[in-house]
């Protein structure tokens, strides 16, 4: 059986700090992955008190819990290629995905670098930032090449925390979530600002409320309906009023299967935060993904594609297609298997991906769909069979599961099956082990 | 000194003598320690289990006797003292797993008694200094009952035993523990007490003054987060002491208002700043600080930044320029009153000094963007002084800003700009051609990518839509000949409100579609097991198996085993899942026998007092008595196919068709000579919709050819003679309520508008509805009912899923739902086609004042719609508000509404309308009525309405300068727009239009 966490430590070579350089302050960004501390670039701040709120409300996120009283301990990601800087991180509870994108327009200097490393973020550092917000100029390094490291070469700021599976999970389920969104209302900031500021406290926690357009304005409401986007626990949505209250283009909101993402735009950046269908829930589980996983047409063009990637900052799918001499729909579905891997992020201002690779040792990232896993056990341990065949599409199937034989249905109206699980979310967190298995079966290979 | 043995130890123990153990322990190696460790766990551990001295004579160990013989004697101070000695031993010798895990050491007192040996503990590990104590104390941090205290911890790192700590939870210790505690310190010949008070403690430990005690005003702690903890009266103290400096203390704790801290913190470092009563000189040393404090977003710390700089002001020592510049920051803050005092402060400013005009204006600019009506209102005025400075530019940006505005702004807005554009000679500058070139600019948003469509669409044009298609009958029902004949008029517009037995209800797209198979029932089931989404799913399962079960493919256990081991998982008692509240309702037992199972125990009590649920359970158990005979192969029974439940709904809401309901019994039921079963007939009377009867009537059988007949012959308005039967009357009592629709007619009034009934031996149930002055209602079954009102502040969530049996109730009797209203049934508000009843409206105005938060959204939904499909006659819904007047919340009440009214112009109207009923019949205008009025003034103004004389009449009563006078004399002066009544007018028949088609639609049956 999958664990649920597993321990992880982040060494860093130092500690995120602010100091002042030269009478600037200096916002030197501490990396660290799993094959040492990389050094992507330092520039000049364009705006810093845009920069310190974005990273301050990146902080205030990473370590919120939305559900219970906890602190969040893992730090964000940041990918550096190709004019982009992107900060990439989840709420303690992991259903806030925040996504911040710099470019080259926030610095002074051009982006360098390219790769993906974890960002140390420590309270210090935070307040260090609220101080930035002042400065006219500052300065930034992401790592840094001549870290002077304590006595003897030894780490000296180290953070040991569990790595839960489901952070890590979310990160690549999340990213079908962004592609498939719908952009519903653009909203002018001052509005969405109000908006916000006039939401009942601790509302939506239980109990999921929509969003819906009324005249100029937004407003609340229990109905759900075409134009509407849910609001799942008020106070998550308060995390991004900072943001908003400096922010002088209006906001974006999307929406996909229950997943709504808003997007600010700030001088130079754009900052993206995503939140979960409900509050006690992250997006590992969903399962979105899992069905074209089992019998898509991405497995071909996989490795192929997987080549091509080198740090872009945008993926273009049609260039790729023509190197790579596929159909386009197939180098989509293989980008779409690629972020499941968390090998590519999706962005959505860009409506591309990027190649990012997360930090972490890739035997972890590798085994993320234990539901997919359990459906080919399934298949390996022969505890499927079909029971009988209904027509050319629809056709019945007994699985064995603990103690009970469920009967799964497989038709074009909607798979069902006799399960606990079935029962309890339908296919609105992706198909059932056993109707996977038995779509495996049916359609798929089984590789 | 001699080595020391366990025996020395056992010694010291015995003889409770801490110092010397202390002293002994502290010349030990480690290794030496590790050699005694084993020993000397389990001296502690039987001193923990025998010297409990709850313990038996007889099992006390022989060596722990002397110990036993000290303490009869009363020899030691406190008869635990060996206990505590003896525990030292474990600080002293053992690894920290031993004061991680006591329990498993079977040292269970180890870690409440260690928590009040600080003095003991530090003076221990200082000398012995092991390796695990900084993971031990990181350990120890994150468990709920630390041992360690921060004195601990302090301690050992100013004895250079741990490095110093500078996080966040060091400090928020340090704020909590610094001071005496309370605990058994005498006793436990610990030292804390030597320090009287916080303060000793600090001067005990200077180098605290250095950077600690700075650092606690940098972090969320309860030092600020609860001054009456005495932190801020003690760091004052120390700064007239010399120990701090005060020039520091001001202005670090302006810079920590900067700082992502919580609000309480903020506003206690807010508090402290102006308890240390900085002088003006002080202050202006601190001005930069004070002008970076207005980007602050906390309200209170913006509201510091703008008093000091009005304080300095007063004293000429403010720079126009710096403040001017900087003050658009506080704008962005949440509250309105340091934004008030801000444009103030900008007026007096520029008054000094008229060189900063041009910035005060920019930043009065800004001001419009405030939320607050009262801010913008007071940026006009000052931006209407400071006309002669305000640019092209500026003008385009308040252009741009008239969107956002309170519509109760919008002319004072409008009226600026006409003097900017008259005193111009440049034509006015369209918002579109300019942008903002600085930061400090105001945020110009611009407009949605998707034009953002109001709910409502606003009253079109003054055409008359073309009524040739509806039926004459719906077109008087639906009012939409009053309505075009009121605007034709150009009448006064008024909502009528609709009879509920005109009233179309046969929806097509509301149908409720039976199961169709044994496989749709299986899934049906296992969802409703899992989850209660709609009720009515409740019915249909009901009747699915009633229909489906003897269905039983001989693949069946295959198909539902998965089920029955998820009914046995789901109906633990008292887990409050579906199954465990449906038992109280034969809802477990139902299902069971349905799947062949053993019966699964659940012991919850059947006690329904109401009729509503009653009959539910009648329900279930009439159904489960079928499936029990067809188990047992009755052959009588089993002769008969099986039938359809009568009561299963045939549209949402809990309507039955009453041509369905005829259907049902002519082809299950009569055919075979199936007794209806009086509670599901019953109940499916309740659930006739008014439309559809007469036809139904006509399709009926003799009434003699079942049982209930008659009843339903007259629930369907025909002329039967009822005679009172006691064993039937559940369904004449039904039948009398459903009839109400047929005597729809002014010479029936109700005798009792809600009433109760009894019924049988001494069984009361309730009937709840009005009982008609009807003459063909038996007398006997009228003398069984009483005036029952069920009135509750309690508003039932609709929503809430666990609640899903007071959501099957609310569909009981959808014609009449007064009784339900009244109980605080939400449902009900969400019916759009029915007219709002005192008691709906009841409904609605409390859950509009409701704490939480949902519920206010959902009447903000149900006015919504109330007032978009005409349903609230704005003189009840007033009427109700004033009566109710003391019961709500009046900022959240008006909050809905004001939310409402921004829908669309009918809304702004039915609101202002509903707020005037209220205010005229208020005996008095209570403080806060500023509430109601400025929300009158915003609708008022929005349609160009003025108010009605008797209106008028009241708010003339209120005098005065206060915030209800100010409005009441706007409303007073408020002049009637021409083509108000024309616009209200259309959009009322533009509403009525809507009504008359959709039923038009029902009727066609499409």
């Known amino acids: 059986m999958t664990s649920v966490a597993v321990d992880y430590t982040y060494s860093y070579p130092f500690a995120s700090e602010v100091c002042a350089d030269e009478e600037k302050p200096l916002v030197r960004l501490s990396t660290y992955d799993d094959r040492g501390s990389p050094h992507f670039f330092n520039s000049g701040i364009a705006?810093?008190?845009?920069?310190?709120?974005?990273?301050?409300?990146?902080?205030?996120?990473?370590?919120?819990?939305?559900?219970?009283?906890?602190?969040?301990?893992?730090?964000?990601?940041?990918?550096?290629?190709?004019?982009?800087?992107?900060?990439?991180?989840?709420?303690?509870?992991?259903?806030?995905?925040?996504?911040?994108?710099?470019?080259?327009?926030?610095?002074?200097?051009?982006?360098?670098?390219?790769?993906?490393?974890?960002?140390?973020?420590?309270?210090?550092?935070?307040?260090?930032?609220?101080?930035?917000?002042?400065?006219?100029?500052?300065?930034?390094?992401?790592?840094?090449?001549?870290?002077?490291?304590?006595?003897?070469?030894?780490?000296?700021?180290?953070?040991?925390?569990?790595?839960?599976?489901?952070?890590?999970?979310?990160?690549?389920?999340?990213?079908?979530?962004?592609?498939?969104?719908?952009?519903?209302?653009?909203?002018?900031?001052?509005?969405?600002?109000?908006?916000?500021r006039g939401l009942p406290r601790s509302a939506g926690r239980t109990q999921t409320l929509w969003l819906t357009a009324a005249g100029n304005t937004l407003r609340l409401t229990t109905k759900t309906g075409k134009g509407t986007v849910p609001v799942?626990?008020?106070?998550?949505?308060?995390?991004?009023?900072?943001?908003?209250?400096?922010?002088?283009?209006?906001?974006?909101?999307?929406?996909?299967?229950?997943?709504?993402?808003?997007?600010?735009?700030?001088?130079?950046?754009?900052?993206?935060?995503?939140?979960?269908?409900?509050?006690?829930?992250?997006?590992?589980?969903?399962?979105?993904?899992?069905?074209?996983?089992?019998?898509?047409?991405?497995?071909?063009?996989?490795?192929?594609?997987?080549?091509?990637?080198?740090?872009?900052?945008?993926?273009?799918?049609?260039?790729?297609?023509?190197?790579?001499?596929?159909?386009?729909?197939?180098?989509?579905?293989?980008?779409?298997?690629?972020?499941?891997?968390?090998?590519?992020?999706?962005?959505?201002?860009?409506?591309?991906?990027?190649?990012?690779?997360?930090?972490?040792?890739?035997?972890?990232?590798?085994?993320?769909?234990?539901?997919?896993?359990?459906?080919?056990?399934?298949i390996t341990n022969s505890a499927i069979r079909q029971h009988q065949s209904i027509s050319a599409t629809d056709s019945e199937w007994l699985v064995q599961g603990s103690g009970v034989e469920h009967m799964v249905r497989l038709s074009e109206s909607g798979d069902r099956c006799t399960c606990t699980w079935y029962s309890k979310h339908q296919n609105n967190r992706g198909p059932c082990k056993h109707i996977l298995a038995a779509r495996i079966l049916a359609f798929g290979d089984n590789d | 000194m001699s080595k020391l043995t366990i025996d020395d130890i056992r010694d010291l123990v015995f003889a409770a003598d801490r110092d010397q153990l202390c002293e002994r322990m502290a010349t030990l190696s480690e290794d030496q320690r590790t050699a005694l460790a084993a020993d000397a766990l389990k001296l502690v551990s039987d001193i923990d289990s025998y010297c409990s001295f709850s313990t038996k004579p007889e099992e006390v160990p022989d060596y722990l006797r002397d110990i036993k013989a000290?303490?009869?004697?009363?020899?030691?101070?406190?008869?635990?003292?060996?206990?505590?000695?003896?525990?030292?031993?474990?600080?002293?010798?053992?690894?920290?797993?031993?004061?991680?895990?006591?329990?498993?050491?079977?040292?269970?007192?180890?870690?409440?008694?260690?928590?009040?040996?600080?003095?003991?503990?530090?003076?221990?590990?200082?000398?012995?200094?092991?390796k695990w104590l900084a993971d031990w104390l990181k350990w120890e941090w994150k468990q709920e009952f630390p041992v360690p205290s921060w004195y601990l911890e302090r301690g050992l790192i100013r004895s250079g035993a741990l490095p110093a700590n500078d996080?966040?939870?060091?400090?928020?210790?340090?704020?909590?523990?610094?001071?005496?505690?309370?605990?058994?310190?005498?006793?436990?010949?610990?030292?804390?007490?030597?320090?009287?008070?916080?303060?000793?403690?600090?001067?005990?430990?200077?180098?605290?003054?250095?950077?600690?005690?700075?650092?606690?005003?940098?972090?969320?702690?309860?030092?600020?987060?609860?001054?009456?903890?005495?932190?801020?009266?003690?760091?004052?103290?120390?700064?007239?002491?010399?120990?701090?400096?005060?020039?520091?203390?001001?202005?670090?704790?302006?810079?920590?208002?900067?700082?992502?801290?919580?609000?309480?913190?903020?506003?206690?470092?807010?508090?402290?700043?102006?308890?240390?009563?900085?002088?003006?000189?002080?202050?202006?040393?601190?001005?930069?600080?004070?002008?970076?404090?207005?980007?602050?977003?906390?309200?209170?710390?913006?509201?510091?930044?703008?008093?000091?700089?009005?304080?300095?002001?007063?004293?000429?020592?403010?720079?126009?320029?710096?403040?001017?510049?900087?003050?658009?920051?506080?704008?962005?803050?949440?509250?309105?009153?340091?934004?008030?005092?801000?444009?103030?402060?900008a007026m007096k400013v520029v008054q000094s000094d008229p060189a900063g005009v041009p910035q005060a204006a920019q930043a009065l600019v800004n001001a419009l963007q405030h939320s607050d009506a009262d801010v913008q209102s007071l940026a006009l005025e000052g931006l209407l002084k400071l006309r002669s400075s305000i640019t092209a530019e500026l003008r385009a940006a308040i252009e741009e800003q008239l969107d956002f505005l309170a519509i109760a702004i919008r002319p004072q807005a409008k009226k600026l700009l006409d003097e900017l554009a008259s005193s111009s000679e440049d034509a006015p500058v369209k918002s579109s051609t300019k942008k903002p070139n600085t930061s400090d600019m105001p945020a110009k948003q611009s407009l949605p990518a998707k034009p953002i469509k109001s709910q409502q669409a606003e009253p079109s044009n003054g055409d008359l839509p073309d009524v040739a298609h509806i039926d004459a009958n719906i077109r008087r029902d639906s009012h939409l000949e009053a309505a075009i004949a009121a605007r034709s008029a150009s009448s006064p517009p008024v909502?009528?409100?609709?009879?509920?037995?005109?009233?179309?209800?046969?929806?097509?797209?509301?149908?409720?579609?039976?199961?169709?198979?044994?496989?749709?029932?299986?899934?049906?089931?296992?969802?409703?097991?899992?989850?209660?989404?709609?009720?009515?799913?409740?019915?249909?399962?009901?009747?699915?198996?009633?229909?489906?079960?003897?269905?039983?493919?001989?693949?069946?256990?295959?198909?539902?085993?998965?089920?029955?081991?998820?009914?046995?998982?789901?109906?633990?008692?008292?887990?409050?899942?579906?199954?465990?509240?449906?038992?109280?309702?034969?809802?477990?037992?139902?299902?069971?026998?349905?799947?062949?199972?053993?019966?699964?125990?659940?012991?919850?009590?059947?006690?329904?007092?109401?009729?509503?649920?009653?009959?539910?359970?009648?329900?279930?158990?009439?159904?489960?008595?079928?499936?029990?005979?067809?188990?047992?192969?009755?052959?009588?029974?089993?002769?008969?196919?099986?039938?359809?439940?009568?009561?299963?709904?045939?549209?949402?809401?809990g309507w039955i068709d009453p041509v369905v309901l005829v259907e049902r019994i002519n082809e299950h039921y009569a055919p075979q000579h199936v007794l209806l079963d009086d509670h599901d007939i019953a109940q499916a009377i309740l659930r006739l919709t008014p439309d559809g009867r007469s036809e139904a009537l006509s399709m009926l059988g003799k009434p003699d050819y079942y049982n209930g007949g008659k009843d339903l012959r007259y629930a369907l308005g025909d002329k039967v003679e009822v005679t009172f039967n006691s064993r039937h009357a559940v369904i004449q009592l039904a039948?009398?309520?459903?009839?109400?629709?047929?005597?729809?007619?002014?010479?029936?009034?109700?005798?009792?508008?809600?009433?109760?009934?009894?019924?049988?031996?001494?069984?009361?149930?309730?009937?709840?509805?009005?009982?008609?002055?009807?003459?063909?209602?038996?007398?006997?079954?009228?003398?069984?009912?009483?005036?029952?009102?069920?009135?509750?502040?309690?508003?039932?969530?609709?929503?809430?899923?666990?609640?899903?049996?007071?959501?099957?109730?609310?569909?009981?009797?959808?014609?009449?739902?007064?009784?339900?209203?009244?109980?605080?049934?939400?449902?009900?508000?969400?019916?759009?086609?029915?007219?709002?009843?005192?008691?709906?409206?009841?409904?609605?105005?409390?859950?509009?004042?409701?704490?939480?938060?949902?519920i206010r959204v959902l009447a903000t939904d149900a006015l919504v719609e109330a007032c978009q499909r005409l349903l609230v006659v704005p003189e009840v819904l007033g009427h109700v508000m004033a009566v109710n007047y003391s019961l709500v919340k009046l900022n959240r009440v008006s909050k809905v509404l004001s939310d409402v009214a921004k829908v669309s112009k009918l809304h702004h109207w039915l609101v202002l309308r509903s707020l005037e009923a209220c205010v005229i019949e208020l005996p008095e205008l209570p403080s806060d009525s500023h509430l109601l009025l400025s929300q009158m003034v915003e609708s008022a103004i929005a349609i160009g309405a003025s108010l009605q004389p008797k209106t008028c009449d009241k708010l003339k009563s209120i005098e005065g300068k206060?915030?209800?006078?100010?409005?009441?004399?706007?409303?007073?002066?408020?002049s009637e727009e021409a083509e108000h009544i024309a616009a209200i007018n259309t959009a009322i028949v533009d509403a009525t239009f809507q009504r008359a088609c959709r039923w038009q639609r029902i009727a066609s049956g499409k």
């Open chain 1, 47 to 196: 705006e810093p008190a845009i920069f310190a709120d974005a990273l301050i409300s990146i902080s205030t996120i990473v370590r919120s819990h939305f559900f219970e009283r906890k602190v969040g301990l893992l730090d964000p990601v940041v990918t550096c290629g190709q004019s982009r800087l992107r900060f990439e991180g989840f709420s303690g509870c992991c259903g806030v995905y925040l996504q911040c994108n710099f470019d080259d327009s926030a610095f002074t200097s051009p982006i360098q670098g390219r790769g993906t490393t974890n960002i140390d973020f420590n309270e210090q550092f935070v307040q260090g930032l609220a101080q930035t917000r002042f400065a006219e100029s500052a300065q930034l390094s992401v790592g840094a090449n001549d870290v002077t490291l304590g006595v003897g070469g030894r780490v000296i700021k180290e953070k040991k925390v569990k790595l839960p599976l489901r952070w890590l999970k979310g990160f690549c389920e999340v990213q079908s979530y962004l592609t498939n969104a719908e952009l519903l209302f653009t909203i002018p900031a001052v509005e969405v600002l109000r908006f916000i």
């Open chain 2, 735 to 854: 039948a009398e309520r459903a009839r109400i629709v047929s005597l729809a007619d002014e010479k029936y009034q109700p005798v009792l508008p809600i009433a109760q009934a009894s019924l049988g031996s001494g069984q009361r149930i309730l009937l709840e509805g009005a009982l008609l002055e009807d003459p063909t209602v038996p007398f006997e079954l009228m003398k069984t009912g009483f005036s029952y009102e069920p009135k509750t502040d309690y508003v039932h969530d609709h929503l809430t899923r666990h609640l899903w049996p007071q959501r099957w109730a609310a569909m009981t009797n959808p014609m009449d739902t007064d009784a339900s209203c009244l109980s605080g049934h939400t449902s009900h508000l969400l019916d759009g086609e029915a007219t709002w009843t005192a008691a709906a409206c009841r409904l609605a105005i409390l859950a509009s004042s409701q704490d939480r938060g949902e």
């Open chain 2, 167 to 345: 996080s966040a939870e060091y400090f928020a210790r340090m704020s909590d523990e610094m001071q005496v505690i309370e605990g058994n310190f005498v006793n436990t010949e610990d030292t804390l007490t030597l320090f009287p008070s916080r303060r000793a403690m600090l001067e005990a430990d200077p180098d605290l003054f250095k950077h600690d005690i700075w650092r606690l005003l940098q972090v969320d702690s309860s030092a600020f987060r609860y001054p009456q903890l005495g932190w801020p009266d003690l760091l004052i103290e120390l700064s007239a002491a010399g120990h701090l400096d005060r020039m520091k203390l001001l202005s670090e704790s302006l810079n920590s208002m900067t700082l992502p801290l919580s609000v309480k913190t903020l506003t206690g470092l807010a508090k402290f700043h102006e308890q240390l009563g900085p002088t003006v000189a002080e202050r202006e040393q601190l001005t930069d600080a004070y002008l970076r404090l207005l980007h602050v977003s906390n309200s209170t710390v913006v509201g510091l930044a703008v008093t000091a700089c009005d304080k300095l002001q007063k004293d000429k020592r403010l720079a126009a320029n710096p403040f001017l510049n900087n003050l658009p920051g506080a704008f962005l803050a949440d509250k309105k009153s340091p934004a008030l005092a801000g444009i103030k402060l």
């Open chain 2, 70 to 130: 000290k303490v009869d004697n009363e020899e030691y101070p406190d008869w635990r003292c060996p206990r505590w000695t003896s525990q030292l031993l474990v600080v002293g010798l053992c690894d920290c797993e031993a004061i991680k895990s006591s329990h498993k050491f079977k040292i269970g007192w180890l870690r409440t008694d260690l928590k009040d040996m600080q003095q003991r503990m530090l003076q221990v590990l200082d000398a012995r200094r092991p």
């Open chain 2, 495 to 653: 909502v009528l409100p609709i009879a509920k037995h005109v009233i179309l209800r046969r929806d097509q797209e509301s149908r409720v579609n039976p199961i169709a198979d044994l496989d749709e029932l299986i899934s049906a089931v296992a969802t409703f097991v899992e989850k209660v989404d709609d009720v009515i799913e409740l019915e249909r399962i009901l009747d699915g198996i009633s229909r489906l079960h003897r269905e039983k493919p001989s693949d069946f256990d295959k198909r539902v085993d998965a089920l029955r081991k998820q009914v046995i998982k789901r109906s633990e008692t008292y887990s409050s899942s579906t199954l465990d509240v449906g038992a109280e309702i034969g809802l477990l037992t139902l299902i069971t026998t349905w799947l062949d199972m053993e019966p699964v125990p659940n012991p919850r009590r059947i006690h329904w007092y109401t009729m509503r649920q009653w009959f539910l359970r009648e329900r279930v158990y009439e159904l489960i008595e079928r499936l029990n005979k067809t188990k047992q192969g009755d052959p009588y029974h089993l002769k008969k196919n099986p039938v359809p439940m009568l009561a299963l709904p045939t549209h949402r809401g």
């Open chain 2, 962 to 974: 206060s915030k209800s006078g100010k409005l009441a004399k706007q409303l007073l002066g408020l």
């Open chain 1, 232 to 378: 799942v626990g008020t106070e998550r949505l308060r995390a991004i009023e900072p943001l908003v209250r400096i922010s002088k283009k209006p906001v974006e909101i999307w929406h996909a299967r229950g997943v709504t993402t808003w997007k600010i735009v700030l001088t130079g950046c754009t900052f993206v935060a995503t939140f979960s269908p409900e509050i006690y829930r992250g997006f590992s589980g969903e399962g979105q993904a899992l069905q074209s996983l089992a019998t898509g047409d991405w497995k071909n063009a996989l490795d192929q594609v997987r080549s091509k990637l080198h740090w872009q900052g945008t993926i273009d799918s049609t260039e790729i297609a023509e190197k790579a001499n596929l159909p386009v729909a197939e180098v989509q579905s293989a980008l779409d298997a690629l972020a499941t891997r968390g090998l590519v992020g999706f962005d959505i201002s860009d409506q591309s991906f990027f190649h990012r690779e997360l930090p972490f040792n890739s035997d972890l990232i590798e085994d993320l769909h234990p539901r997919l896993q359990a459906a080919k056990k399934l």
